[in-house]
Nanobody
Framework: QVQLVESGGGLVQAGGSLRLSCAVSGLTFTSYFMGWFRQVPGKEREFVAGISWTGSNTYSADSVKGRFTISRDNAENTVYLQMNSLGPEDTAVYYC??????????????????WGQGTQVTVSP
């Protein structure tokens, strides 16, 4: 079956960095646009970053531009989110997700067919 397994979350001080990984199995990785989303209690899940199947096109939310970088390794079926200059406002559960690449760049949760279980990122002031 399809599995997306996130790792790399944790507690970090403001200004610090974390690198999230999402290992994907059970699907043809290169057939999917990959995205990272985040969610805090009481709020909707929001788009953070996305990457095309080749890795040549990336997309980021304005709130993370210049601080977060998404990348993928198609040989390892893994997508990454490098997060720098973290602030308390970045505290959330982070999810990776897969959308069929024929849907194009996907910012909406509705475009994604598969989701990971999430990893908690907590940034202390």
């Amino acid at each position: 079956q399809v599995q997306l397994v996130e790792s790399g979350g944790g507690l970090v001080q403001a200004g610090g960095s974390l690198r999230l990984s999402c290992a994907v199995s059970g699907l043809t990785f290169t057939s999917y646009f990959m995205g990272w989303f985040r969610q805090v209690p009481g709020k909707e899940r929001e788009f953070v970053a996305g990457i095309s199947w080749t890795g040549s096109n990336t997309y980021s939310a304005d709130s993370v531009k210049g601080r977060f970088t998404i990348s993928r390794d198609n040989a390892e079926n893994t997508v990454y989110l490098q997060m720098n200059s973290l602030g308390p406002e970045d505290t959330a559960v982070y999810y990776c997700a897969a959308a069929p690449r024929n849907r194009g760049a996907s910012y909406s949760t509705r475009s994604y067919d598969y989701w990971g279980q999430g990893t908690q990122v907590t940034v202390s002031p």
